[in-house]
């Protein structure tokens, strides 16, 4: 029965404001009642009970799971301790309970939401993981996992501690749950999600307790463990710390790929903000190690031990190193490695400066690491890393060399990458460098014992990759022989050379030398490079050396001459030991032959043979990399010499450019670039004057060939022909190979020049020359030619002097093109369909689209979007900073980066302020969301190396930048003139203020709503398509600032009154940000229910509120009913009706009704007058409607806003009256409604005083108009009709109730139906009865009936009025005692008004109700009965009106002659001033004549062959023409029945003379024979009346002929025998039974004796028989007339046996 009854009351709970419907409805589910309840009373009374069925509960708490008002404090303990009960329930009520659980922590107050968490989620603990062990997975555990999350976020949102609180104390417990119940995983996940919110911000050593848990459950085997550990990492820890990113490292070689990506964003994430280097090495070594191990000097001794143990044994071994720690791979460790190595090169830790015009290190973003900074500890901590990696390579397994392990990194290249960093770290430690100096020896050159085994490094067999690791190593050994310890006598350098000396010189007098000795004669070139002199012997490595590059190819391997090659470049570069060693051997030396400089010079040129001979380029396909590298050597050692003056320089050069041109390939051209430059050089002293004047005289040389095309003049004249075609384009593509060649050298000459800041002369004065050089070839269909262009133009800009850099992008912008395609016919190219089809069948023709040109347009379209970036910031340096950011590139060889090195940026962080100032920041922020993905590419890199803001989150949350700004620019640029940096600020701005607090917004929320208003009516397209998005946020960040739950009170205070002007002004202004504003005004009223926020602004919000009914209605509504108004009035109005009905349920009249309980007595005196005029000026009959029912809300609801006789009620009065003559049907019946609230708050002198000027006598206004003015008077009724319905008798007054009941017995008698209905019901409310009210009104009526006839000009009006003058009558009439009428003024005026109009008007249809309504007032002033005296004076015949009552018998339509002859008789018949007999007869000759004519008419109107005439008048039942000559023929018997034997009243006649009452028979006879069966029936009865009155007055019917007895008698016996109707035969029968019983002499007996005797004798007589003999007659009457007429055949009996 519990579970029925909850059924039935479901629908009609109000569970959102009605709390003690609430509490009683929670308190019906309790056992108990919650702790410090047990006292409540009322509502909040908990009976205690055994227990709640189950089913009972279920429905409670699903109840409750719909209401919004359970968060309120004081019933939240009450929900509590339900949900806290219901848990201990069934899985089905656990699951109700856990849903209400959820909608509570949505709905909860902010001031008991600790509390309220607390006690659920402790509850939620006992019963599902109790003791945070294995959980048992239940239905109702995963909304238990859920419903902790939700109030975890909730939480999170508070400013104070709370959440992290709880946070700190169930996150280990829940984090424990994730690894031992993987089953779970996904449920304890939305748990942890809530929890992780609130860790935001915790202190460092809250955060270092998750460091074990975090260990342990990042080697859990489900991957969905180990993803929410990296990102409880990402929350817990800033990027700044190890930790934050040590997981990630730990996780980025995950099996699982979608972790290991997350994993690698997590890492990559935080921009510039990276962990100290020594802080990252400790940590990591503590992680990698087991904690039992010492990590200190000892760990380095012991492990330089094992691996001395495993470099000298006789067979590879692995080193006895200690254990990793469990979990950890050396995977883990070489990712840990190569993340310490690139971390250590942000920090600015490398090797020396040990080239000058080497690649271009990473620019340091931190101070440059020393031992001051990095301490012994952290250097231990790497090496300690480090020596797991030396283990693996010293094994010597092939998969150190060739399989990647991090970073496309090999073992053998990450263990040389990290000695190299540990040589640097290791300055200033001894003992820390000696260990280094062990792994080094160790790692590149093996057992002392047996170097050239082939364990080292650089002395491994092996190609290209091997070649690059010989001198990654020989730079080690360099590098650490630079270090001070190291480069005295007897150091590890000397000790080297006297290992490596023996090896070299040993392989080069071998019959083949192989990579061996290319290990030995770099190493060599490096030491010696390094500083390291021995004594006497420095020329005589030296000359080993060159003897290895100088073998014959035969007798040397390709990679141990390009290994000696490099090794003399190097060592050239800083010393003139090469042409030293040449010039100072003696004459008399073996080798003073065969090394020579021309000798020298002669092997360099051999090399080049391959290109010099004609093969053109180098690619590996076709020499094979061990060649490539050769010769890319030689030529830069060719120049490197060159530049010690070995040979010419300008003959160098020229060697140089022969051979470029003849080697197009990318890394040619790199290298040949490199030679070049070196050969212009001048190491003695690199920034001398003689460097200058080389470098200056190189870049003249190669802009003469830039500009070749322009320069070079034709050589022949033109020939014709395909051969002249031919040498064209030979002598094309000989141009474009100069240019391309020059453009490239040119490149990588600035980038030298820009990188040791050699100071030329003249580079002022080639700036233009180099700009145009450069952007001519950056349109070039090589995207490597462009490249170089593009990174040559940022070099250029480092170089050019402050003073020049204006003038220089001034020269830079002018040279690129501006011209543009679009779509505009009038803007740039136009992009014309005919333009379009010719590229289409050019490219058809070509055999489809060029991929190249189609790239260079998109590189120069690119380069002029940062053009006009740079321009539209106002700020054109930025241009070279978007120019210079670094850039994926296929060009990545060693070569390449040396010589260009695109990848990375020229600018130096010195001039970061210059080329992009903090100013720019705010303005970067938009186009970060560019559409164009280059630009936007662009623009991301410029911040994250400028800023070290990697996303557009990271920069607008920038300490340093002020939101202000920030703010600010985004508003202004959403006002951009450029359409895509509209559409990139519009989405900029999205996620720029999503989720900003009103402290924010405060300043900017009027500009921001400004321009999205403006947006919204953007012409463009593409605006159109991204401003929706925009439109979304910005309501609910205006909702949302407006949400007391969000957003602390005095904020939401604020926020209401500055937005909600706003939006109101946008609704007056912009009609196309109406539907926005109405939305989000519609959304903030429910939002603020229930609070007092709109207090202050409903007097603003109600009038737009009302225009939005009409305004926000579909458009095509209106179009609707125009078009069914003009089909169908009645479907119109129902049209009409469904329009308002629909507005009422609107969203904005809801919102109106929820306004409704905030009107004040202040705001409803602002509200009245501007509803006034919504009322009266209203856009449509919604706005009008809901302008009635609001107030009629207001007065019901909040009554106390409306004082009685206030201001707003009088006015509002008089107004809403005035809106009861709305032509609209629903505003006439809302306003009625309105009419009677506000007549209650008025007083009754008052509303007495408003209905009679604004009502009761406003319907003159509708004097010629009957339509209009009908609808005035059905809204008129129910507006009284509410009046009086609502107001009492005290507040109606008697003379206000006299007025509306005379006016509504008048308008009860309306032709139209809604007239009439409305004031029958007004009249029913007045008064009980009709003859009460006309007795107790009767004057006023009378009255009010006079006015009517004066006052309206309506035919029609006059009629109605005319009925009601003859209903009053009646009602006259019943009055006992009766008055003297006659004497009454208000009867005799209105008596006079009705004969006044009467008399005034024209003949019309229906002037015979008037004539009728003039008569009954005649009648019912002077009735009075035979032999009675008049009351008073005795009327006469002209002031009651009979002559004119009888002219209107014989003018006028058929119906109204009928009326008008009824009237006659009525009037005759009361006041009995009969005329004489003639008068009747003369009154029917004139209606038979007239309808005569009528017939006669009718037989002459045409119609087809055949077709009788129609029966209209005579013989038509009913019809007007049968209905007056009844009418005429009563009033003639009647008179007839007048005539007395005995005259004794003024009234009576004399006995008619012979003839009068033959006319009379004969002429009915005739109207009898012709008639229809109403007819025939009226003129029996009037026989019957005329021959009875004749038989009591003993009156003879001697006067009728025997003939016309017998037509007489024919009449009757046919009436009786009429088989058509009953209602003919009876009365018949009745008529013949009255003329056999008058016995009298000359008598009915008699006459109708005379008239059957004359037919028989007719009929003998040859004439046709129409009556027979009584008997017979008798016999031929049907059995059913006879036994309902047995007493008249009873008399006719008697007539036939006298017969």
Request: proline residues 5%.
């Amino acid at each position: 029965m519990a579970e029925s009854n909850c059924k039935r009351i479901d629908m009609e709970l109000d569970l959102d404001s009605d709390v003690e419907l609430l509490a009683r409805l929670t308190c019906a589910g309790l056992t108990t009642a919650p702790s410090g309840q047990e006292t409540a009373v009322g509502a909040f009374k908990v009976d205690p009970k055994m227990n709640v069925p189950a089913k009972l509960r279920q429905k409670v708490l699903s109840l409750l799971q719909r209401s919004r008002g359970i968060g309120k404090p004081e019933i939240v303990p009450y929900v509590v301790h339900l949900v806290k009960q219901s848990l201990r329930e069934s899985e089905q009520v656990q699951q109700c309970a856990l849903q209400l659980a959820l909608v509570l922590a949505e709905h909860v107050d902010p001031q008991v939401l600790v509390d309220t968490s607390e006690s659920i989620l402790a509850e939620i603990e006992i019963v599902f993981w109790p003791g945070g062990g294995v959980v048992a997975i239940g239905t109702a555990t995963p909304l238990a996992f859920k419903c902790f999350g939700s109030f975890a976020r909730q939480l999170s949102e508070r400013p104070s501690g709370e959440g992290r609180a709880l946070a700190l104390q169930s996150a280990p417990r829940m984090l424990a749950l994730l690894g031992s119940n993987e089953n779970a995983a996904q449920d304890i996940l939305e748990a942890l999600g809530g929890l992780v919110l609130c860790l935001r911000g915790t202190e460092e050593n809250e955060r270092k307790e998750f460091v074990p848990l975090l260990d342990r459950l990042v080697m859990a085997p489900r991957a969905v463990v180990r993803r929410e550990v990296l990102r409880w990492a990402s929350t817990l820890f800033p990027p700044s710390s190890p930790e934050g990113r040590y997981y990630a490292l730990r996780l980025l070689g995950d099996k699982d790929g979608d972790l290991a990506k997350a994993a690698e964003s997590a890492l990559s994430a935080g921009g510039r903000e990276a962990p100290p280097f020594a802080d990252m090495c400790t940590f990591l070594i503590s992680r990698a190690l087991p904690s039992d191990i010492a990590t200190g000097p000892r760990l380095l001794s012991s492990n330089c031990e094992a691996l001395l143990v495993s470099a000298s044994s006789a067979s590879p071994m692995t080193a006895n190193l200690p254990a990793l720690a469990a979990g950890f791979s050396r995977g883990d460790l070489a990712r840990a490695l190569s993340f310490l190595v690139r971390l250590a090169e942000t920090e600015g830790l490398r090797a020396a400066e040990e080239d000058r015009f080497g690649s271009s290190p990473h620019a340091p973003k931190k101070p440059r690491l020393s031992m001051d900074t990095c301490s012994a500890e952290a250097a231990v901590a790497f090496i300690g890393l480090l020596d797991y990696l030396l283990a693996d390579v010293l094994q010597g397994a092939s998969a150190a060399v060739t399989d990647e392990i991090a970073d496309g990194l090999t073992v053998l290249e990450l263990s040389l990458q990290g000695l190299l960093l540990a040589g640097s770290m290791s300055h200033g430690q001894a003992d820390i460098q000696s260990g280094v100096e062990q792994r080094a020896e160790l790692v590149l050159m093996g057992s002392q014992s047996c170097p050239e085994g082939g364990r080292g490094t650089l002395f491994r067999q092996g190609g290209t990759t091997m070649n690059r690791m010989r001198q990654l190593g020989a730079r080690v050994l360099g590098t650490m022989a630079e270090l001070p310890l190291c480069g005295g006598a007897g150091g590890p350098g000397l000790r080297w050379l006297g290992i490596l000396e023996p090896i070299l010189a040993k392989t080069v007098s071998s019959t083949f030398a192989d990579c061996i000795a290319g290990g030995a004669a770099l190493a060599i070139c490096e030491l010696l490079r390094s500083g390291v002199r021995p004594a006497c012997q420095e020329m005589q490595h030296c000359r080993l050396v060159l003897k290895l590059f100088l073998l014959p190819q035969a007798a040397a391997d390709t990679a141990a001459i390009s290994a000696a090659c490099n090794g003399l470049r190097r060592l050239s570069e800083r010393t003139s030991l090469v042409w030293d060693s040449i010039d100072n051997l003696s004459a008399a030396s073996e080798d003073s032959v065969v090394m020579s400089r021309q000798a020298l010079l002669d092997r360099v040129y051999q090399l080049s043979a391959p290109v010099t001979e004609g093969l053109g380029n180098i690619d590996e396909a076709e020499l094979g990399a061990g060649s490539r590298e050769l010769i890319h050597a030689s030529w830069r050692l060719l120049g490197q010499l060159a530049s010690w003056g070995g040979d010419g320089f300008n003959d160098c050069i020229d060697k140089l450019i022969a051979i470029g041109l003849k080697s197009p390939g990318e890394e040619a051209l790199a290298a040949l670039g490199l030679a070049l430059c070196a050969a212009a050089s001048d190491p003695k002293d690199p920034l001398g004057p003689v460097a200058a004047s080389r470098a200056g005289a190189l870049m003249d040389r190669l802009l003469k060939m830039q500009e070749s095309e322009e320069e070079k003049p034709e050589t022949a004249p033109a020939e014709d022909g395909a051969e002249s075609l031919a040498k064209k384009r030979a002598l094309a593509a000989e141009r474009e190979t100069e240019q391309r060649c020059a453009a490239v050298w040119l490149s990588v000459l600035v980038r030298r020049l820009g990188r040791s800041g050699l100071d030329v002369a003249s580079l002022p004065d080639q700036l233009p020359r180099l700009i145009r050089a450069f952007v001519r070839s950056m349109g070039s269909l090589s995207i490597f030619v462009a490249d170089c262009c593009l990174k040559a133009l940022c070099y250029l800009y480092r170089l050019a002097p402050d003073e020049c850099r204006s003038e220089l992008l001034k020269s830079l912008f002018s040279s690129i093109s501006n011209r543009t395609v679009v779509s505009n016919m009038f803007v740039g190219n136009p992009e014309t369909d005919a333009r379009k089809e010719a590229t289409k069948e050019r490219e058809a023709a070509s055999g489809g689209p060029n991929s190249l040109k189609i790239a260079a347009k998109e590189r120069i379209d690119h380069v002029k979007d940062l053009m006009f970036l740079a321009r539209e910031l106002q700020h054109p340096p930025l241009f070279i900073a978007l120019l210079d950011q670094p850039a994926g590139s296929v060009w990545t060889g060693e070569v390449l980066r040396e010589a260009l090195d695109l990848q990375s940026s020229c600018m130096p962080e010195s001039q970061y302020c210059h080329l992009c100032p903090a100013t720019l920041q705010p303005k970067l922020y938009t186009f970060m969301f560019h559409s164009n993905a280059m630009l936007r590419q662009s623009v991301i890199a410029l911040t994250s190396n400028y800023f070290g803001c990697e996303s557009p989150q990271a920069l607008s949350s920038q300490k340093s930048l002020d939101w202000h700004d920030l703010a600010k620019t985004m508003v202004s640029t959403l006002g951009s003139s450029r359409v895509a940096t509209r559409e990139a600020a519009v989405h900029a701005a999205q996620a720029l203020f999503r989720g900003r607090t009103w402290t924010e917004v405060d300043f900017i929320i009027d500009d921001l709503w400004t321009i999205i208003v403006k947006l919204m009516d953007d012409m463009e397209t593409r605006i159109q398509a991204v401003v929706k998005p925009l439109l979304r946020m910005i309501r609910n960040l205006t909702l949302r600032l407006c949400d007391i739950k969000v957003t602390p009170k005095k904020d939401c205070e604020a926020a209401m009154d500055a937005i909600i002007p706003l939006l109101l002004r946008f609704c007056e202004r912009y009609k196309h940000a109406q539907p926005l504003c109405f939305e989000v005004m519609r959304e903030l009223i429910k939002a603020a229910q229930g609070t007092t926020l709109l207090t202050h602004h409903v007097q603003n919000l109600i009038p737009p509120l009302l225009i939005s009914l009409s305004m926000l209605e579909n458009d095509a509504l209106q179009y609707y009913q125009f078009h069914v108004n003009k089909a169908s009035e009645e479907k119109g109005k129902e049209l009409e009706a469904a329009r308002i009905s629909s507005s009422r349920d609107s969203e904005s009249a809801k919102l109106i009704r929820h306004l409704v309980p905030l009107v004040t007595e202040e705001n409803a005196q602002i509200l009245a007058p501007r509803t006034r005029e919504s009322l009266a000026r209203g856009v449509g009959a919604n706005t009008r409607v809901g302008v009635c029912d609001f107030w009629v809300a207001v007065c019901a609801e909040r009554p106390m806003t409306v004082p009685t006789g206030g201001v707003v009620a009088t006015s509002m009065l008089r107004a809403v009256a005035g809106a009861l003559l709305d032509p609209h049907r629903e505003v006439r019946t809302g306003a009625a409604s309105c009419f009677a609230s506000f007549a209650r708050r008025n007083a009754p002198q008052e509303l007495t005083k408003v209905i009679f000027e604004r009502l009761l006598k406003h319907e003159q206004e509708f004097r010629t108009d009957d339509a209009q003015r009908n609808s005035y008077r059905v809204s008129l009724a129910r507006a009284l009709h509410e009046v009086c319905k609502r107001c009492d008798d005290s507040m109606l007054e008697a003379e206000l109730k006299a007025a509306i009941a005379s006016k509504a017995f008048g308008l009860r008698y309306s032709s139209e139906t809604e007239v009439k209905t409305g004031w029958e019901l007004l009249w029913s409310e007045l008064c009980p009865t009709t003859s009460s009210g006309v007795e107790r009104y009767c004057r006023e009526i009378c009255t009010e009936l006079a006015d009517a006839f004066g006052d309206s000009v309506s035919r029609a009006d006059k009629v109605d009025t005319a009925k009601a003058v003859s209903a009053l009558t009646a009602q006259l009439e019943k009055v006992l005692p009766r008055p003297k009428w006659g004497d009454d003024k208000a009867v005799t005026s209105l008596h006079a008004a009705v004969k006044l109009a009467v008399h005034s008007l024209p003949t019309f249809d229906g002037s015979g109700v008037l004539v009728r309504a003039l008569a009954d007032l005649a009648a019912v002033m002077n009735r009075r009965k035979r032999n009675e005296a008049c009351a008073g004076p005795t009327p006469s015949e002209d002031s009651i009106g009979m002559p004119l009552i009888l002219a209107f018998c014989s003018k006028g339509s058929l119906p109204d002659r009928a009326a008008a002859a009824q009237a006659f008789l009525e009037a005759v018949s009361a006041t009995r001033l009969w005329p004489p007999l003639e008068d009747a007869e003369k009154l029917y000759s004139g209606a038979a004549k007239h309808i005569d004519t009528l017939e006669e008419e009718d037989e002459k109107a045409e119609r087809e062959p055949g077709v009788p005439a129609p029966k209209r008048h005579r013989g038509k039942g009913s019809s007007p023409a049968e209905e007056f000559l009844t009418a005429v023929l009563d009033f003639w018997a009647t008179a007839l029945q007048q005539c007395r034997r005995e005259v004794e009243d003024e009234g009576d006649l004399e006995p008619p003379e012979e003839g009068e009452l033959a006319a009379f028979v004969s002429a009915s006879l005739q109207e009898f024979l012709a008639g229809s069966l109403t007819l025939r029936l009226s003129i029996v009865r009037l026989w019957k009346h005329v021959f009875t009155h004749f038989a009591g007055e003993r009156l003879p019917l001697k006067a009728m002929s025997d003939q016309m007895c017998g037509q007489l008698a024919a009449a009757v016996q046919e009436a009786t025998l009429d088989t058509r109707s009953e209602r003919l035969r009876r009365p018949a029968l009745e008529l013949a039974a009255a003329l056999a019983k008058d016995s009298s002499s000359g008598g009915g007996k008699e006459a109708l004796l005379r008239g059957i005797r004359h037919e028989t004798a007719s009929q003998e007589g040859g004439v046709a028989q129409r009556a027979v003999t009584v008997k017979a007659w008798i016999d031929r009457i049907d059995p059913i007339t006879a036994e309902q007429c047995v007493e008249q055949l009873s008399t006719l009996r008697t007539l036939a046996e006298s017969e």
